[in-house]
């Protein structure tokens, strides 16, 4: 008799229940389709590629309208690599508005490996992030040195070691100074900075920080439309001689094949 009420007691509540359930899932299943539907997306992080860029990548296939099927995705599925993106994160801010937060790999700067056709992209460590043929904008081009080699996620293969430091130094404090120049010239261990019309020989890596510091003020101070060679080479701790030579240009051999990337960046 006791098996039999709790048969018929669990018959009971299964007539109720399921029903109840049944229709707690459609309505589920109405909200997500009903609700969730992308109005607003908000991108933060990026610099080298533009929102609409991000936003494409990220609205990639059909269903990609529902803002709760565009966060499981891209939570528990696979990212496609985007060159110079190191992650893509996305979550609901509301059933209607998502935000794409961008994680872009930390590039210094770039050199072009002639054996492989593509520029070698490094971090502020010297470790090569990205092997591309596309050219970022505001990103520093190195010319002058040889480089046979370039590993992904390995430090670039440069005979002299001390070159490497000098150029990470460099290029962390022309970041700094928010003084990208359109290429870096190292010519017999000197450093040449490219500004068009205006060009800054520093010599060796010597007092980097000094060097740049003057070069910073100097430039605010030179007219448009001059053109020469401002030296720096010529100053150290106990000579602290500087002079801009009117018309002076160094020939620069530039010989990459790169395609420029679509970019906010400047």
Request: charged share 25%; proline share 3%; hydrophobic share 40%.
């Amino acid at each position: 008799m006791r098996k039999k009420r709790r048969k018929q007691r669990r018959r009971r509540f299964l007539r109720i229940a399921l029903p109840v359930l049944i229709l707690l899932v459609l309505l589920a299943v109405i909200m997500v389709w009903k609700v969730f539907i992308v109005k607003e997306v908000e991108v933060t992080g990026n610099e080298i590629y533009s929102d609409e860029q991000i936003e494409s990548w990220a609205l990639d296939d059909e269903y990609s309208w529902n803002s709760l099927y565009v966060v499981l995705k891209n939570r528990f599925q696979k990212q496609e690599e985007i060159p110079f993106v190191d992650t893509i994160h996305i979550s609901l801010l509301s059933p209607s508005k998502i935000q794409i937060e961008v994680t872009e790999k930390g590039v210094l700067g770039y050199i072009y490996i002639p054996t492989l056709g593509q520029n070698a992209y490094f971090d502020q460590d010297g470790f090569v992030v990205e092997l591309s043929s596309d050219v970022i904008e505001g990103t520093m081009k190195i010319c002058g040195l040889s480089v046979e080699r370039a590993e992904l996620y390995e430090k670039l293969d440069l005979e002299d070691s001390s070159i490497l430091k000098t150029l990470l130094s460099l290029t962390q404090l022309l970041k700094k100074y928010d003084r990208v120049p359109e290429l870096i010239y190292v010519n017999d261990g000197d450093v040449l900075l490219s500004y068009g019309s205006i060009q800054v020989n520093l010599g060796t890596g010597s007092s980097l920080n000094e060097k740049i510091l003057r070069m910073d003020q100097i430039l605010s101070q030179l007219d448009e439309g001059q053109s020469g060679t401002l030296h720096l080479d010529t100053w150290s701790q106990s000579s602290t001689d500087i002079y801009f030579k009117q018309g002076e240009l160094t020939d620069i051999p530039v010989d990459e094949q790169t395609v420029p990337v679509e970019s906010d960046a400047g």
